[in-house]
């Protein structure tokens, strides 16, 4: 372990021998895992591999077969659902939105934890909102149909709904898929300042190798629904893992920006010529 793996604070939300199934088809087994607190881990792996189903077991969408999720100390499923949507936000990898809905709407839907019967709308609601779509680039198609809108443009207003329900966790599946590069890197910059700023624990699956490496404080591998490696990324990425995980040769050399691993697909270049 590394200094900066040290200095992570312990776990609010982990799981205990976990196992994870559809009917008889078990993709999790026995898993152990703790989410650093205050940080930003990035979960990495190869199609199938099970990043989304222990996603979903982390943000209670989906129940575990065995062994347990915890929050707090607490079991998932002896938490109210209410007090677990105070807490742990969860963007799936393909929410679908009810029909002809607008993004005002949808995103204020994210606020739901929040309200009382006897007070529908306040003030700190509509804050939030208008800062989760200002961050996410989303205000001027507020009152635009969700279904009308292009891939990245409904992306984005799936992760204004998730800030809008302001909770300390969040829990994001492919937060960059369909975006375009600058608008990937405005979401991943969000996450770290929303991390940063807000203390804010943000888990988030991602296939860029080299996005993941950049902006993880800690970095989990996983194949056949078992994690391979976890730790800093410059502690863990290295060509032998890349290999490992998705049987690809690669290259690793430090970033030269940011320091981080680099991982250049492919054999050794000087083997090639
Ligand atoms: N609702 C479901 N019913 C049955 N099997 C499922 C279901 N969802 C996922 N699976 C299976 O569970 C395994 C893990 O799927 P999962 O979606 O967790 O993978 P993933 O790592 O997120 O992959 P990707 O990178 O493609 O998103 C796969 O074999 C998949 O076919
Ligand atoms: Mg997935």
Redesign the pocket.
């Known amino acids: 372990m590394t200094e900066t793996e040290n200095s992570l604070r312990p776990a609010r939300l982990s799981a205990r021998d976990l196992t994870l199934a ?2 008889d ?1 078990t ?1 999790v087994d026995g898993l152990d895992v703790d989410i650093p607190d205050g940080a930003v881990t990035v979960i990495v ?10 996603l979903r077991a982390l943000g209670r969408l989906l129940k575990p077969a065995r062994g347990s999720v915890l929050l707090d100390g607490t079991e998932l499923a002896r938490i109210p659902t209410r007090t677990i949507a105070r807490s742990l936000g969860l963007l799936p ?1 393909s929410p679908v939105a009810p029909e002809a809905i607008t993004v005002a709407d949808l995103v204020s839907r994210g606020r739901q934890p929040h309200q009382h019967w006897w007070q529908q709308w306040s003030d700190a609601d509509e804050r939030a909102v208008t800062e989760a779509m200002t961050r996410t680039d989303t205000a001027a198609l507020a009152e635009r149909s969700v279904d009308e809108l292009s891939g990245g443009q409904r992306q984005r207003v799936w992760i204004a709904m998730a800030l809008a329900q302001e909770t300390d966790l969040l829990l994001l ?2 937060p960059t898929t369909y975006l375009d590069i600058s608008h990937q890197v405005e979401v991943l910059d969000l996450c770290r300042r929303l991390n940063h700023e807000r203390g804010r624990t943000v888990v988030a ?1 991602l ?1 860029d190798l080299n996005q993941a490496a950049r902006y993880a404080d800690h970095l989990i591998a ?1 194949k056949s ?1 078992r994690i391979v490696a976890q730790g800093a990324p410059s502690d863990i990425v290295t060509a032998d893992l890349v290999r490992d995980v998705f049987g690809l040769e690669s290259v690793v050399v430090p970033d030269p920006v940011t320091g981080s691993p680099l991982v250049v697909a492919g054999p050794p270049w000087s083997l090639t010529g």
Not at 46 to 51: E, I, R, S, T
């Open positions: 559809y009917e088809r993709v792996g190869p199609n199938a591999c099970g990043k989304s189903t222990l990898q599946d492919e699956v296939h996983m629904g």
